[in-house]
């Protein structure tokens, strides 16, 4: 039994109706394969990963530990490192394009470090727990910065934000903590 069936799909520019299969087959492969993988992860069973490695390295120090030692190790460490880079431009990755990336540290906290954006005077606060790497150039006077989370421009409010991830936060009836 040979049946041919017709999925139809209404274009949203011209409103003609036309078979979704040959929509299907005039696209690419590689996107074809992306929305396959997409579609097939989707459907499988969330389940738990490795976990954390057993040693990380300081953002501050470089040096290797475990992740209770780092716990209790790294918010110290950190200010201490970012105290050192006061008079450094600072660059934070990862962060929304710009032509001016310039930050410099403006006030280092008991828990966080509030960098300014030399640009346009704006202040962004960042968790000591969210500095992921810290690299400095003597040369350049130039320090890059990663950091758990992302620094996002928001057009609306016209003002940068800094957006954590949910990294090493706790589940709360299925919702991350932000």
């Keep these: 039994m040979n049946t041919n069936e017709r999925f139809t799909y209404t274009c949203p ?19 074809l394969r992306a929305e396959t993988a997409r579609r097939n992860g989707r459907c499988q069973t969330p389940h738990p990963g490795p976990g954390r ?6 953002p501050g120090c470089d040096a290797a530990m475990s992740s209770a030692e780092l716990r209790e190790h790294r ?6 490192r970012l105290r050192n880079l006061r008079n450094f431009k600072i660059h934070l ?21 509030t960098f300014q954006k030399l ?17 400095p150039s003597l040369q350049e006077r130039l320090a890059r910065i990663r950091l758990h989370g ?28 932000v």
């Design 53 to 58: 490695p057993a040693i990380a390295r300081c």
């Design 93 to 113: 990755q990862p962060k929304d394009p710009d032509p001016y990336p310039d930050f410099m540290i403006s006030e280092l906290g008991e828990n966080e470090v």
């Design 150 to 177: 992302r620094v996002t421009w928001h057009e609306n409010i016209h003002c940068w934000r800094f957006t954590p991830s949910v990294l090493g936060r706790p589940m709360l009836k299925g919702t991350p903590l």
């Design 13 to 31: 520019k011209c409103q003609a109706e036309i078979n979704a299969a040959c929509v299907a087959a005039a696209l690419p492969d590689e996107i």
């Design 75 to 80: 918010a110290d460490c950190v200010r201490d």
């Design 119 to 135: 640009s346009s005077g704006q202040w962004i606060d960042v968790e000591l727990q969210k500095v992921a790497e810290i690299t």
